[in-house]
């Protein structure tokens, strides 16, 4: 597998003038970069490009090397590595969601270097006290659409192949949040005034939630319709998941998208049909 190249010019302060040459719009490290202070600097900082966070510059370097298809680095030397970095009794980690959520945006989809991040995000709490919280908070705050001015349309396909696999891990409770609400605005809401790849993007974005946590997606909807009342009942349930894989079979038939839209979503109508057939009695 070729190597993943990731840029590393995003991660540059908000006010650094080639933040405009590097992207279309605000990378999601301008974003979360833009709420919170700048590190002091170090002796050890003195070979970082002061375009850039001290610790963010050092967190990437690691994620880097680690995300590599060729890597040899363990999943726990690389979380030991970047918390090696801060200081004892540094509490603000801002730096790995920073790095890691831009990586995230950058990532291809269907690369298993998504997997290897969440599983990296993993054993990082094991050492720092909060992380969860301030991790799902700046997910929130990294949020896009496809057709923000801040955000390119393969961003937020990557971005969801990221959040699915974050679904898919474990690391907290499944819950079908997230998919639902990509579910219904790419399939409820009408998107004929965008153009091609926005409307591409919707759909691949909600595909990713079926390729990488298709199992765990319905389990959990299985779950809270019994629990929290997200959805009524099972039948609900059902028809909300027949609505998504014919959503998905239409766009894969259809003439309306790109190629590679239609192929994302035949797998996933696919996927969807043999889970149902599997999992349900």
Sequence with gaps: MAGLKLNIDLLKFPASDDI??????????????????????LLSDLNIPKEYDPYDYRVFLIVEEFLQP???????????????????????????????LECAGQIPYARPSHLKLVKMLWKIPEAIQSFYQQLGEDITDARMDPGDDDASPERFVNFHSFLAHLMNSGMWPATPEGALQTMRRAFEENHEKENTEIQDA????????????GQVLLESLLWLCNNENIISDGKDVLEKWHTWKDEFRKVSEGNGHGEECKVTAKKAGDIMEALERGMLF
Excluded: Y
């Excluded at 992207?23 to 709420?35: E, F």
């Excluded at 090696?84 to 890691?100: E, K, Q, R, S, Y």
């Excluded at 919707?202 to 946590?213: D, E, N, R």
């Design 202 to 213: 919707w759909v691949m974005g909600a595909a990713q939630w079926i390729l990488w946590s």
């Design 70 to 100: 060729s890597s040899k680095i363990s999943v726990q030397e690389a979380a030991n590595r970047v918390i090696d970095i801060f200081p004892a009794g540094h509490l603000g980690m801002t730096a790995v969601n920073t790095v890691c």
């Design 20 to 41: 405009e040459k590097s992207t279309p719009g605000t990378s999601i490290s301008a974003i979360l970069s833009s709420i919170k202070p700048k590190s002091k600097p």
